[in-house]
C-alpha cells in the first residue's frame, strides 16, 4: 500500500489524481488539501476517509469541521495546516497539485521530512529551483514530474544516460490562436481563451497555455528538473499533442513519449516509478492518425515566451516576478478587467522595474512576489 497526501485536491490535477486513486486499491490517501471549495472537499473526505483535512481559512475550516462531525477526521487549516500535512510521517509522496507560491513551504518541508514529491506545481521550481533541486539532492528525495510534457520528458530519459543528452524537445500544441498575428489577438474574450483545442485544464493553465506563458515556466522548470543549460532546451509546437515531449541524445538519436491528451498517464507514472501500470481510457490508434506537424513557436506574436527565455537567463529573482505578473494579469484579465495582450505588457513592465537578487531566499522569493503584485495593483 502507498500513502499519498493531495495538497490542491479540488483543482484539475487533485481530482485527476483521485480518479487515479480509486481505479486502484494499493493507494491510500492520507491527507487531502483545499483552497476554498468545502462542498467538493467535503465529498472527497466522504469517499477517501483521509486522516487529515486541510482548507484555506479559519472560517472554512469550522464550516467543515462541523460538515464533517460524523467522521475521525483532524480539519486543519492555512499555511499551518499544509505544513502539518507536509511532514505526516505515514506519508511516502506529497502530490503538489496546489497553484501558485504557496506550494514552496510544504514542499520544502516535505523533502526536509524525506517524502518523495509528485510535482504539479510549476512554481516551487520555476521560482525557487536553487533551493528546492539541491535539498532534493541531499535529502535523496525523488522528484518525480506530473506535467505532461516533464513526465514525457522523465520517461524519455529512463532509454539513456542524462550524461549522453544533447537537448530537451519540449511540445507545446500553441493553444487556440497558434497562426494568429499580434493585432489579432487585440480583442479576445475569456471564453475565447479558455477554448483549448486539445486538453481540459483548469482555467489559469488554459490562459496561460493560449499565451505560451505555460511553456515559459516549463522551460524554467525543465532547467532545474532535468539539470540543463538553457539552450539545451526547445520548444516545438506540435497542434496535434501526441508527442508530449522528447530527448535528443548526442548520437543524433530522439526519443519521444506518445499518448493520448490523458493527465492521469503522467499522474499514475509519479505515483508508481519506476513500476508501469493499466490505465483505462483511449489508446492512440496510428491507422487514424493523419499527420502529425511540428514548427517553430512565434514568439514576437506570443511574447509571453520571449519574455520567458529573457527571465529565464537572467536568473536569481526574475523568474518569480515573471511568474507572479503573469498569475495577478491573469486572474485580472479573467475577471474582465484589462485585456488579453496586457497580459504579456504587464509582465514586461514588471521585470523592467525589477532589481534581480540573486540567489534569493525563500522569504526574499515571496517579499518579491508581494512587491509585484503592489505595483500591479497600483496601476492597473
Given at each position: 500500500m502507498k500513502n499519498i497526501a493531495i495538497i490542491g485536491s479540488t483543482g484539475s490535477i487533485g481530482t485527476q489524481t483521485l480518479d487515479v486513486v480509486r481505479a486502484n486499491s494499493d493507494v491510500a490517501v492520507i491527507a487531502l488539501a483545499a483552497g476554498n471549495n468545502v462542498d467538493l472537499l467535503e465529498k472527497q473526505v466522504r469517499e477517501f476517509k483521509p486522516a487529515y483535512a486541510c482548507i484555506g481559512s479559519e472560517d472554512k475550516a469550522k464550516e467543515l469541521r462541523e460538515r464533517l462531525a460524523d467522521i475521525p477526521v483532524k480539519v486543519l487549516y492555512g499555511m499551518e495546516g499544509l505544513l502539518e500535512i507536509a511532514v505526516i510521517p505515514k506519508v511516502e509522496v506529497l502530490v503538489t497539485a496546489i497553484m501558485g507560491m504557496i506550494g514552496i513551504r510544504p514542499t520544502i518541508a516535505a523533502i526536509e521530512a524525506g517524502k518523495d514529491i509528485a510535482l504539479a506545481n510549476k512554481e516551487t521550481l520555476v521560482t525557487a529551483g536553487h533551493i528546492i533541486m539541491p535539498l532534493a539532492k541531499k535529502k535523496k528525495v525523488q522528484i518525480l514530474?506530473?506535467?505532461?510534457?516533464?513526465?514525457?520528458?522523465?520517461?524519455?530519459?529512463?532509454?539513456?544516460?542524462?550524461?549522453?543528452?544533447?537537448?530537451?524537445?519540449?511540445?507545446?500544441?500553441?493553444?487556440?490562436?497558434?497562426?494568429?498575428?499580434?493585432?489579432?489577438?487585440?480583442?479576445?474574450?475569456?471564453?475565447?481563451?479558455?477554448?483549448?483545442?486539445?486538453?481540459?485544464?483548469?482555467?489559469?493553465?488554459?490562459?496561460?497555455?493560449?499565451?505560451?506563458?505555460n511553456k515559459g515556466l516549463e522551460v524554467m522548470e525543465a532547467k532545474w528538473l532535468f539539470d540543463v543549460k538553457l539552450d539545451q532546451i526547445e520548444v516545438v509546437v506540435h497542434p496535434q499533442s501526441v508527442i508530449h515531449s522528447m530527448v535528443e541524445y548526442e548520437d543524433g538519436a530522439v526519443i519521444a513519449q506518445l499518448g493520448t491528451p490523458d493527465m492521469k498517464l503522467p499522474i499514475q507514472y509519479a505515483l508508481y516509478y519506476p513500476d508501469r501500470k493499466f490505465l483505462a481510457g483511449e489508446r492512440l490508434d496510428?491507422?487514424?492518425?493523419?499527420?502529425?506537424?511540428?514548427?517553430?513557436?512565434?514568439?514576437?506574436?506570443?511574447?509571453?515566451?520571449?519574455?520567458?527565455?529573457?527571465?529565464?537567463?537572467?536568473?536569481?529573482?526574475?523568474?518569480?516576478?515573471?511568474?507572479?505578473a503573469?498569475?495577478?494579469?491573469?486572474?485580472?484579465?479573467?475577471?474582465?478587467?484589462?485585456?488579453?495582450?496586457?497580459?504579456?505588457?504587464i509582465i514586461e513592465a514588471c521585470m523592467k522595474e525589477h532589481k534581480i537578487k540573486e540567489n534569493p531566499s525563500v522569504d526574499e522569493i515571496l517579499e518579491v512576489e508581494k512587491s509585484v503584485y503592489e505595483m500591479i495593483e497600483s496601476r492597473w
Open positions: 514530474p506530473v506535467d505532461s510534457e516533464h513526465s514525457a520528458i522523465f520517461q524519455c530519459l529512463q532509454g539513456g544516460k542524462k550524461e549522453q543528452v544533447n537537448k530537451l524537445l519540449l511540445t507545446a500544441s500553441g493553444g487556440p490562436f497558434r497562426g494568429r498575428k499580434r493585432e489579432e489577438l487585440a480583442d479576445i474574450q475569456v471564453e475565447d481563451a479558455l477554448k483549448h483545442p486539445n486538453w481540459a485544464m483548469g482555467r489559469k493553465i488554459t490562459i496561460d497555455s493560449s499565451t505560451l506563458v496510428f491507422a487514424k492518425l493523419s499527420s502529425m506537424t511540428f514548427e517553430k513557436p512565434d514568439i514576437e506574436t506570443f511574447r509571453g515566451l520571449k519574455l520567458a527565455l529573457e527571465a529565464a537567463k537572467m536568473g536569481g529573482s526574475m523568474p518569480t516576478v515573471y511568474n507572479a503573469n498569475e495577478l494579469a491573469v486572474a485580472k484579465f479573467l475577471n474582465r478587467r484589462i485585456k488579453y495582450l496586457q497580459i504579456a505588457e
